[in-house]
């Protein structure tokens, strides 16, 4: 069963400090890898959209990387607005997206 | 531009009532999803769409139902509602396979 797996859970960073979330799943044929950010009681934002390694994609302080086995998504210098669940999906083929159970990121000013 | 809305954005049902969760998506977008988040499980999907007429079950229909008679419009039913779907749901739309977009959700508590 195709899989997606989510690291660490939750991150707490003081702010200017920067770091990388993992994303890295089981591979039955990759149709594209999506970040998306989720503030508490709302519903997920996208972010980015991968399909192949070796794409980076970029925007403010976040850049996502894509690998044949895993994705990171770099915060670099966070702000506390920067502050959110940041969750993983993958097409693996077919209508449907697999989703991550996410990263809890807590920026600390 | 909408995007995506959903309603009730909060309900509280009793054991046994019935519901229907609406989603609207002003995109015209053939795929509409429903997913169900509970605290540290992730997103599960319920049923989703390619079109209208077509509907098919994902990862965790059972005592759900949908329907879509409309590009825009993708109502979720619940029927006898029991406690384990107490969650909070969301609805989302996408052009083809590619990125989806999300409703605002609706928390749903069932006592």
């Known amino acids: 069963e195709d899989q997606v797996t989510q690291s660490p859970e939750a991150l707490r960073l003081q702010e200017g400090e920067s770091s990388s979330l993992n994303c890295s799943y089981t591979?039955?044929?990759?149709?594209?890898l999506f970040w998306y950010r989720q503030d508490p009681g709302k519903g997920p934002e996208f972010l980015f959209t991968?399909?192949?390694a070796g794409e980076e994609k970029e925007k403010e302080r976040l850049k996502a990387t894509l690998t044949k086995k895993e994705s990171f998504l770099h915060i670099t210098a966070p702000k506390p607005e920067d502050s959110a669940t940041y969750l993983c999906a993958i097409n693996f083929g077919n209508e449907k997206l697999t989703f991550g159970t996410g990263t809890r990121l807590t920026i600390i000013p | 531009n909408a995007g995506v809305t959903q309603t009730p954005k909060f309900r509280i049902l009793k054991i046994g009532q019935s519901m229907t969760l609406q989603c609207t998506q002003d995109?015209?977008?053939?795929?509409m999803y429903w997913y169900r988040q509970d605290p540290g499980m992730g997103l599960k999907l319920i049923y989703y769409s390619v079109g209208a007429g077509i509907t098919d079950k994902g990862e965790v229909p059972n005592g759900y139902n949908v329907s879509r008679s409309t590009t825009e419009d993708f109502p979720l039913r619940l029927e006898l509602a029991a406690p384990s779907q107490t969650s909070v749901y969301f609805c989302a739309s996408s052009s083809t396979r590619r990125e989806q977009y999300f409703g605002p959700g609706t928390r749903l508590t069932v006592t």
């Open positions: 591979v039955s044929g990759l149709r594209g």
């Open positions: 995109m015209n977008h053939n795929y």
């Open positions: 991968l399909y192949s």
